[in-house]
């Protein structure tokens, strides 16, 4: 099993800068290759991919938010982090960590990812 545990989430003005954070432990982890991700929920909206990286360090980012969200793996391991910058009020989310084992490469696709974690609150006023 994989436990995801996301932190890093707050209340800020339009304009500023925030760091998610998820950290994955568990045996499973440790032995096989994963790819990492973050999807956000809006309210009263369906899940929606935001970032994944690989392992070798691959990423991918949805398109709205190329060129402002930069996700990163430091350690090239169990965590990942999500770089917010220019943040607006339609950022206003629930981020969740997401992980797959099976993996080689970044994915979008919401049903590639077996393990979620339980998600970090994001708001973003004008």
């Known amino acids: 099993q994989v436990q995801l545990v996301e932190s890093g989430g707050e209340s800020v003005q339009a304009g500023a800068a925030l760091t998610l954070s998820c950290t994955a432990s568990?045996?499973?982890?440790?032995?096989?290759?994963?790819?990492m991700a973050w999807f956000r929920r809006a309210p009263g909206k369906e899940r929606e991919f935001v970032a994944s990286i690989n392992r070798s360090g691959n990423t991918i980012e949805g398109d709205s938010v190329k060129g402002r969200f930069t996700i990163s793996r430091p350690n090239g391991r169990n965590t990942v982090l999500l770089q917010m910058r220019a943040l607006e009020p339609e950022d206003t989310a629930v981020f969740y960590c997401?992980?797959?084992?099976?993996?080689?490469?970044?994915?979008?696709?919401?049903?590639?990812?077996?393990?979620w974690g339980q998600g970090t609150q994001v708001s973003v006023s004008s």
């Open positions: 568990g045996v499973a982890f440790r032995v096989i290759p994963s790819t």
């Open positions: 997401a992980a797959c084992l099976q993996c080689r490469e970044p994915s979008a696709r919401l049903d590639d990812y077996a393990f």
